[in-house]
């Protein structure tokens, strides 16, 4: 059988992406192309990417029940969540928004949580199943984070607008301070997470220094 990367003290700069000989006593080194710290295994992935997984949850619910925007127009506000807003989309006939916003800010995040949660236990639990699509599941939810603020960014493109039409007020509402935290944690969460770690418990002795 192939030796693997981590026995022959071989790992990849998280930064710069360079391979590189990792010092036989000690499984961190100092990647001499960009200077960042590289270790054979992310330090306490599991604990750390589980805390924010949790935080996550936590903040997704607020971030879906608490109103996202108010706006103001004639004397009268009308607050939105963000299925409201997606509902009134869908009334005024604007239903490729209504999809856009629908699946950044509520698929999205709720496919990542839901899909580290499932890497999380699938390691925890020692599984050798299917450890290429899980891999691929793992890029797939650190590829999405970043569309994750589109519904932010249009609560701002609003806001905009309506001050320059000088027709009405639009207000950021909790909902998105809460959002936009969810957003962050789970782009943490991902980037904490080691896929090296599924391949790790396939039947092997776990590395000492693994999360």
């Known amino acids: 059988m192939t030796a693997r990367a981590i026995e022959q ?3 990849v700069c998280h930064t710069c992406n360079l391979l590189q000989q990792l010092p036989a006593t000690h499984a961190h080194a100092t990647c001499p192309r960009c200077g960042s710290a590289v270790h054979a295994r992310k330090t306490n992935s599991l604990q750390r990417t589980w805390a924010l997984v949790i ?10 029940l608490l109103p996202i925007m108010a706006v103001t127009s004639l004397g ?8 409201s807003g997606v509902m009134h989309l869908l009334a005024h006939g604007a239903w490729p928004l ?10 999205v995040p709720l496919f990542k949580i839901i899909a ?11 599984s050798t ?26 609560v701002t493109v609003l806001a905009a607008l309506v001050h ?15 959002f936009g935290a969810v957003v962050v944690v789970t782009m943490l969460a991902a980037e904490g997470f080691d896929p090296r770690l599924i391949w790790d418990r396939l039947g092997r ?7």
Request: hydrophobic share 55%.
């Open 98 to 107: 209504a999809a856009i916003v629908f699946f950044a800010s509520v698929v």
């Open 9 to 11: 003290h071989l790992s």
């Open 55 to 64: 935080a996550a949850v936590f903040l997704f619910l607020p971030a879906n």
């Open 76 to 83: 009268s506000t009308q607050a939105d969540t963000i299925m």
């Open 205 to 211: 002795e776990s590395h000492p220094h693994e999360g």
């Open 129 to 154: 199943w299917r450890p290429v699509e899980r891999t691929r599941l793992y890029r797939l939810t650190e590829l999405l984070g970043r569309w994750s603020m589109v519904d932010i960014f249009v």
């Open 164 to 178: 320059a039409g000088m027709l009405a007020e639009v207000r950021v509402q909790p909902g998105a301070i809460f």
């Open 116 to 126: 580290l949660v499932l890497l999380l236990v699938s390691v925890q639990r020692r």
